[in-house]
Antibody, heavy 120, light 110 residues
């Protein structure tokens, strides 16, 4: 059974940092592109970042570029999102998701999400 | 990177059909066959119901269908059921390895 489980969320002060993790199981993690998406309170889903299967290629939404870093450890079957210089606008539930293949828009599995709250 | 444009809400009675539009530009929806639709219940993981404009993942009822014309994609739900009441989001590839979601549409089953 495919499972994606996010962790590492919590309360952080403005300007602070946090690293989210997404533990993957039930599939060959190293074969899939992975994404982070977030949903702020009362807002819609927003794409945050994507990484290819071997970690050699990453991309980011303009709103997080230069502050967030996506990475992965295929030996540990884990996806990461390092978030720096956090602001109130980054308060959201963060979801990790799997993209079935690079040539498809099939995002077939998602985690349950982890809450990040940026507040003093 | 502006969000794709969706109606904030739509509604329909059980058994009826509803269509949700997703308006983009020639740089995203209009330029790629990579549009997906998600059903999202608050506090739950998003669920893909349509991908690559009109493909349905296994297990998704054929009441859900997708299409695209120019810069606008559409999701049609026929034979509305009470459990279809949820938030729906479109998502499109926007080039240079980036993706874009719509603002979301709340479907109410009357």
């Amino acid at each position: 059974e495919v499972q994606l489980v996010e962790s590492g969320g919590g309360l952080v002060q403005p300007g602070g940092s946090l690293r989210l993790s997404c533990a993957a199981s039930g599939f060959t993690f190293s074969s899939y592109y992975m994404h982070w998406v977030r949903q702020g309170p009362g807002k819609g889903l927003v794409w945050v970042s994507r990484i290819n299967n071997d970690g050699s290629s990453t991309s980011y939404a303009d709103s997080v570029k230069g502050r967030f870093t996506i990475s992965r450890d295929n030996a540990k079957n884990t996806l990461y999102l390092q978030m720096n210089s956090l602001g109130a606008e980054d308060t959201a539930v963060y979801y990790c998701g799997r993209q079935r293949s690079s040539g498809s828009s099939l995002f077939d599995y998602w985690g349950q999400g982890i809450l990040v709250t940026v507040s003093s | 990177q502006s969000a794709l444009t969706q109606p904030r809400s739509v509604s329909g009675s059980p058994g009826q059909s509803v269509t949700i539009s997703c308006s983009g530009t020639s740089s995203d929806v209009g330029n790629y066959e990579y549009v997906s639709w998600f059903q999202h219940y608050p506090g739950k993981a998003p669920k893909v119901i349509i991908y690559d404009v009109s493909e349905r993942p296994s297990g998704v009822p054929d009441r859900f269908s997708g299409s695209k014309s120019g810069n606008t994609a559409s999701l049609t739900i026929s034979g509305l059921q009470a459990e279809d009441e949820a938030d729906y989001y479109c998502c499109s590839y926007a080039g240079r390895y980036s993706w874009m979601f719509g603002g979301g549409t709340k479907l109410t089953v009357l």
